[in-house]
């Protein structure tokens, strides 16, 4: 767990009109943490020799040929992105695990790059990243609506997680059960602002405003939320939810209409570099051919199988009467040829049909129930359709 960070008024939702001293009610305009409202709340640095700037490092935009790919450098994402890419045959090569950057031997005009999450995201909008593996919580925080980052795939199925509004099981909230309730409760006052605590402000404030409540004060931290309001320092939290174990360990509860975002990991990409810079396009189809046919045949199993029968006609009819066997296209019905008294006969068919993994047991049951036998089940790594449709919406998207 990461440790809160100080002080937790960082983007405290205090209106432009007023010094943030007065009473406030929200009006939703957040001050992010190096925002000039917070900056001009410390004190004035002292004049000292040397001029240090503090200004982000600032992209040269055309500098290089190279594509980068930005990765989560570490958390949870960070384990399964590596291992979904090695599925795909796109194994990362991380020379030292200390160093920041890798590659993938397979596709050579390709650098990988580590990167805190939001980082990614802050980076392919600089440009300094053309590609990023990122939830899609951290996109739609960070990217905050605008169109510089285009995602490329939405469901990479790992990640899978909802930013979610919760509140104590007890107390004032005892009753409280719908985002209409809270909106409705009398609590809440210019004076008295119901206090939410979150590490999404900008997702945060956009989904309290637009669900009515009027009288919010919106606080920033970025680790171990559920215990806010235990420790009488919020009286609500908006993050993510998973199993939901840790709402319930900290007696915190969802409340209807209170998920704000459903996530997952998803490849996104810089608009501006899918446009502009050489190779981004190629590589960026080859990842997206690679992720779909992957999570595609993931989902699936190969199933051999040996029937005997008189045609190939005739045991495709048997098959066909099953419910849990009907393959991609349909089943592919081979003759299997065998030396009969010096003569080569066909007594046995070979089976070939994809199979749904859930529907793996019953298909060899009912298999076996039309004679089948010698059953083989192979895992496949990848199902390539003819098209992609998320690369034609990717094309039209980007009007190409
Ligand atoms: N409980 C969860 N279950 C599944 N996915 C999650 C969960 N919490 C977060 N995620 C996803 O994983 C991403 C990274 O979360 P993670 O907790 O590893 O990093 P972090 O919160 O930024 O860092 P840290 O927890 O180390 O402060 C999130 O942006 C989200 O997409
Ligand atoms: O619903 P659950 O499965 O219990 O998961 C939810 C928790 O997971 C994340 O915390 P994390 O473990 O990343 O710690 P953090 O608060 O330090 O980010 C998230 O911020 C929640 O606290
Ligand atoms: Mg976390």
Known sequence: MSSMSAPPLEFAAFPVSQPPSQPYTIRLCLRLRSSPVVRARSPAPRATATAVSTRPAVSLYGDRDVVRLGLPSKGRMAEQTLSLLK??????????????????????????????????????????????????DIVSEYA???????????????????????????????????MEDLAKMPEWTEERPLRVVTGFGYLGAKFLKEKGLKHVLLLSADGALESFPPMGMADAIVDLVSSGTTLRENNLKEIEG????????????????????????????????????????SAELMVTANMRGNSAEEVAERVLSLTSI??????T??????????????????????????????SIQELRSIGGSGVLVTKLTYIFDEETPRWRNLLSGLGL
């Open 333 to 362: 019905i081979s003759p299997v040829y065998c030396r009969h008294n010096d003569k080569v006969a066909v007594e046995y068919y070979a089976l070939n049909v994809v199979v749904p993994q859930k529907l793996l047991y019953k």
């Open 87 to 136: 599925s795909c045959q796109l194994a990362v090569r991380q020379l030292n695990p200390r160093q920041y950057t890798a590659d993938i031997p397979l596709i050579p005009n390709l650098e990988v790059w580590f990167q805190r999450p939001k980082d990614i995201v802050r980076k392919l909008q600089s440009g300094d990243l053309d590609l990023g593996i990122v939830g899609f």
């Open 326 to 331: 009907c393959g991609l296209q349909g089943p």
């Open 144 to 178: 905050q609506d605008n169109d510089d980052l285009v995602v490329v795939h939405d469901a990479l199925d790992f990640g899978h997680c909802r930013l979610s509004l919760a509140v104590p099981k007890q107390g004032v909230f005892e009753n409280v059960n719908s």
């Open 258 to 297: 209170s998920v704000v975002l459903e996530s997952q990991a998803t490849l996104v990409a810089s608009r501006k570099s899918l446009h502009k810079r050489k190779g981004v396009l190629d590589i960026t189809h080859e990842l997206l051919e690679r992720l779909e046919a992957h999570l595609r045949a």
